[in-house]
C-alpha cells in the first residue's frame, strides 16, 4: 500500500495528511466513474422493490448493511480512519487487532447520516443518467464505493485537524476554550487552497474519464463524469462538510 494511504505510522505531519487527501482525490473520481456507468436504476432506491426476509428498507440499505458487516468482520473499522454508515449492531471483528497508533484525540464524530442524504439526494443526480438497465446489484456496490471513499475523506478532516491544532496550538487554543466556532472556522480556512483542490479534481475528472481512441484525438470534451460536478462536489459538499468535522473535532480536543 502506498505510503499516503496508509495510518500515518510515521508519525503524524501536514506532508502525510496532505499526501494523503491528494490520493483520495483519485479513488473519489474513479469511483464515481464506475458508478457513472450505470443509470439511475432507481428500485435500488425504492423500499418497496426488494421484499428480503428480515430486512427492512431499500436494496441499497440491505445491501450497505450486509457488505458493513462482512467489513467488520474483517476488521475494517477497528481503524481510526475507517466509520460505517450504520454502526448500530456491528458484529465484532473476528480478526487479530492491528495496534494503529493513536494519534487522534478519543472524540467522536460522525457525518455519515449527512453523507447519505448528499449522495443520494443531491450529487446522484448530477451524473448519472436516467434509466433502469436492471443492474442493481451492481448499482449498489458502485454506490458503496462511493460513499465510502467520500466518508474516509470527509471524516479525514479529524487528522487534518489534529496536525493543525498541534502545528499552532498558541492559536486554536483560546477558540477552543471559548468554544468559538467562528473563530475556528477561520482559523480552518484557507481560500486560495480550496480553490486549488477545485481546480484538481476537475483535471482529475478530464484526465482520468476522457475517451481514449487510436488514431484520433478522441471525443474532446466528453467525459464520463462532467469535470465541473467533481468541481462542485468537493466546492459545496466535501470541503464544507470536511471543515464541519474538524471543527467538532477541535471543540471536543482539550477535553
Known amino acids: 500500500?502506498?505510503?499516503?494511504?496508509?495510518?500515518?505510522?510515521?508519525?503524524?505531519?501536514?506532508?502525510?495528511?496532505?499526501?494523503?487527501?491528494?490520493?483520495q482525490e483519485d479513488t473519489i473520481v474513479f469511483?464515481?466513474?464506475?458508478?457513472?456507468?450505470?443509470?439511475?436504476?432507481?428500485?435500488?432506491?425504492?423500499?418497496s422493490y426488494a421484499s428480503i426476509p428480515g430486512a427492512c428498507g431499500s436494496l441499497v440499505e440491505f445491501f450497505v448493511k450486509q457488505t458493513e458487516a462482512v467489513q467488520a468482520t474483517a476488521g475494517r473499522y477497528e481503524n481510526p480512519e475507517e466509520h460505517p454508515l450504520f454502526p448500530?449492531?456491528?458484529?465484532?471483528?473476528?480478526?487479530?487487532?492491528?495496534k494503529y497508533p493513536k494519534v487522534l484525540?478519543?472524540?467522536?464524530?460522525?457525518?455519515?447520516?449527512?453523507?447519505?442524504?448528499?449522495?443520494?439526494?443531491?450529487?446522484?443526480?448530477?451524473?448519472?443518467?436516467?434509466?433502469d438497465?436492471?443492474?442493481?446489484?451492481?448499482?449498489?456496490?458502485?454506490d458503496l464505493d462511493c460513499l465510502q471513499a467520500l466518508s474516509r475523506?470527509?471524516?479525514y478532516g479529524k487528522l487534518v485537524?489534529?496536525?493543525?491544532?498541534?502545528?499552532?496550538?498558541?492559536?486554536?487554543?483560546?477558540?477552543?476554550?471559548?468554544?468559538?466556532?467562528?473563530?475556528?472556522?477561520?482559523?480552518?480556512?484557507?481560500?486560495d487552497v480550496e480553490e486549488a483542490v477545485k481546480k484538481r479534481v476537475a483535471k482529475k475528472a478530464m484526465t482520468f474519464g476522457q475517451e481514449v481512441k487510436l488514431g484520433d484525438d478522441g471525443d474532446k470534451g466528453k467525459y464520463k463524469v462532467d469535470p465541473a460536478v467533481v468541481s462542485r462536489l468537493y466546492g459545496d459538499w466535501v470541503i464544507p462538510l470536511t471543515k464541519e468535522v474538524e471543527v467538532?473535532?477541535?471543540?471536543?480536543?482539550?477535553?
Open 31 to 47: 469511483s464515481l466513474i464506475e458508478r457513472a456507468r450505470f443509470p439511475l436504476n432507481s428500485p435500488t432506491y425504492d423500499p
Open 248 to 255: 467538532e473535532y477541535l471543540l471536543h480536543r482539550l477535553n
Open 153 to 155: 475523506r470527509i471524516h
Open 88 to 98: 448500530d449492531n456491528l458484529p465484532p471483528s473476528l480478526v487479530p487487532r492491528h
Open 133 to 142: 438497465d436492471g443492474n442493481y446489484a451492481s448499482t449498489a456496490a458502485r
Open 161 to 191: 485537524a489534529e496536525v493543525k491544532f498541534r502545528d499552532e496550538r498558541k492559536d486554536y487554543e483560546p477558540a477552543i476554550r471559548a468554544q468559538d466556532r467562528n473563530t475556528l472556522i477561520h482559523l480552518l480556512t484557507f481560500a
Open 1 to 23: 500500500m502506498a505510503k499516503a494511504e496508509s495510518n500515518v505510522s510515521d508519525g503524524l505531519t501536514l506532508e502525510l495528511v496532505r499526501d494523503s487527501l491528494i490520493r
Open 105 to 131: 484525540h478519543p472524540v467522536f464524530v460522525n457525518l455519515n447520516k449527512i453523507i447519505w442524504d448528499m449522495y443520494f439526494n443531491k450529487l446522484l443526480p448530477l451524473f448519472v443518467t436516467p434509466g
